[in-house]
């Protein structure tokens, strides 16, 4: 019995691991499309949005990205390019 028991501990855990190398898999290729594709591109304008809106929006984009942790940097300035502020690689607002 001792023996089975062992037998059956063996096979599963051997399963477990198939399929946690099989899961780590999936998330490096999942991880490796996400890397490859391109980052969203700003509209070409966003309609309703006045020059004073847009001066105020690219006010707080200067204040945010001057405050922002760095690990969130990169996510903030994707959010303004999509609301249309232009803003370079390094986190300069283009005005």
Not at 8 to 14: K, V, Y
Not at 15 to 36: C, E, G, H, L, W
Not at 57 to 72: I, W
Request: aromatic share 2%; no cysteine; glycine share 6%.
């Amino acid at each position: 019995m001792k023996e089975q028991a062992k037998d059956t501990m063996a096979e599963a855990t051997g399963v477990m691991q198939d399929r946690m190398a099989a899961a780590t898999q999936q998330m490096d290729q999942a991880m490796q499309q996400a890397s490859q594709s391109p980052a969203p591109q700003p509209p070409a304008g966003t309609p309703g949005v006045t020059p004073e809106m847009k001066a105020m929006m690219v006010q707080n984009a200067k204040m945010a990205l001057s405050s922002v942790p760095a690990n969130m940097r990169q996510m903030l300035i994707q959010q303004y390019r999509m609301a249309g502020i232009e803003i370079d690689d390094q986190g300069n607002v283009v005005e």
